[in-house]
């Protein structure tokens, strides 16, 4: 999409902020001019730090 292959501060809040308000991934790539394998990719690279953080804390997910 032409755009820095880098996800900034400012969009990863609004991914958060979209899922947890139930928003689709395709509208939140959409609003963020991502394709939604950026999106999707995202999405797991944050669930995988927060699994990752939760075993260090021998806490569970």
Known sequence: ??????ITKEE???IQVGLESGRKI???AKELNRSK???FKEIFI??????TLA???NKCP
């Open 37 to 39: 394998s950026c999106i």
């Open 46 to 51: 944050i669930s995988s730090k927060s699994i």
């Open 26 to 28: 395709s509208a939140i």
């Open 1 to 6: 999409m032409g755009r820095t292959k880098h």
């Open 12 to 14: 990863r809040f609004t």
């Open 55 to 57: 075993l260090a804390n």
